[in-house]
Each structure stands twice: as C-alpha cells, then as structure tokens.
C-alpha cells in the first residue's frame, strides 16, 4: 500500500529553527509536495520537490532524497504565525496526489 | 484568496435531509478535485474532473454524487448522509490533470446530526 508518514505535532520556540520529516512509500515518484494550512483555512502550497536535494525559498526549505523516501520541511527564524499544519504529499505514477496526515506546528513566544 | 470559492462555509444536516456544495475557480484551470478532511487523517481524494469530464471516484458511497457543468464549477450533491460524513470537504483546481500544483478553496465545514 502506499504510506507518508509524518509526525503528528511539533513544538518550537519563536525565532528558532524547525525541522518537520516526512517519509514515503508509493506506488511510483514524480514529486513531493509540502502545503501549509492554517487552522480554518485552505492548504497552500510551500514548495515542490522532485530531484534530490535541498530547494530554498526565504525562511523555508525542503530536501529530499528519492532513495531513503525520504523529504523535510526545514523553517528558520519561526514566527508566530507559523503555527499551523504542514501537510506532505506525493505524486505517485498514476500522477496522483498521495497525502500524509499532517505535523501540527506549534510556536511558542 | 486562493482563485477557489466554496458555499457554504458551514453546514449542518440532518440524515434525511439533501443539501448541495459548490465550489467555483477563477483561475482558468481544467482540473478540479473534491477532498474529504478528518481530523489528524490524510486528505482524502474524493473525485476528480478533466476538463468537464469525471477521471476519478475513489470508491466513494453513492450517498456523495458530484457534478461538473463547466469547467469553473464543481458541485457536491449529498443525501441520506450519516455522522461519520462530518468533516471538511475542499474543493482544489490545478491547470491540468496531476499538475504541478493544487490551489484550494477554504472548504465547508459539515456536520451531520
């Protein structure tokens, strides 16, 4: 079956660093997603993946390594407005979209 | 503002009653999505729509029925639900089917009684 497993929550101090894993088994791979979504609100997207290593977008970044199935979400300089779930997901083969249950983020002052 | 409305917000339905969501996107694109969203469980993958056209139903219970009149609008008809039914439903739109990106609505909040 395919399987994203990633922590349930996750505690952090602002202005600190976080790093949120996540790790797949699907049936294929053409990339790997990460979405932010705010308590009551939409998911929104975060960053894309699909060749190995780190792709960096100001205080976020995601890395990925294809052969451990393997990809974090890594956020720097934690505001409190980061509080919120991080979900991961997978394009499988079929270019399906393969979602894992989320990492609530919770930023402490 | 994602470019994705959905209506209602919030809706509560007894298990015997029909009731319809709608969602509209703004942005031009041919695919759209419906999600079921429990709570601390995977966004679940309903049906999806190419361009009018109904490419996928993940052995979703007849009580669910999806429409597609156009391009811009998705519709979820409900009827005899029951209380696990209760979750947030998103509707999401990509330009094209598996692209790169999926822009979401805010979802509607249902609870069934």
């Known amino acids: ?109 | 503002e994602t470019g994705v409305t959905q209506t209602p917000r919030h809706l509560v339905m007894g298990m015997t009653n029909k009731k319809s969501l709608k969602c509209e996107q703004h942005l031009g694109h041919n695919a759209m999505y419906w999600y079921k969203q429990s709570a601390k469980k995977p966004l679940e993958l309903m049906f999806v729509y190419s361009l009018e056209e109904r490419v996928e139903n993940n052995s979703v219970p007849s009580r669910f029925s999806p429409e597609c009149p156009n391009s811009s609008h998705l519709f979820l008809h409900l009827h005899t639900l029951q209380p696990e039914d209760s979750a947030l439903y998103l509707c999401a739109s990509s330009q094209e089917l598996g692209g790169y990106e999926q822009y979401f609505g805010p979802g509607t909040r249902l609870t069934v009684t």
């Open chain 1, 1 to 109: 079956g395919q399987n994203i497993d990633q922590p349930t929550e996750m505690t952090a101090t602002e202005g600190a660093i976080v790093q949120i894993n996540c790790t797949y088994q699907t049936s294929g791979f053409n990339g790997l997603f990460w979405y932010q979504q705010h308590a009551g609100e939409a998911p929104t997207f975060l960053s894309y993946n699909v060749l190995d290593g780190l792709e960096e977008k100001g205080r976020f970044s995601s890395f990925l390594s294809r052969s451990k199935g393997y990809s974090y979400l890594l956020l720097k300089e934690l505001q409190m407005k980061d509080s919120a779930s991080y979900l991961c997901a997978v394009r499988d083969s079929n270019y399906q979209l393969i979602w894992g249950a989320g990492t609530k983020l919770i930023i402490k002052p």
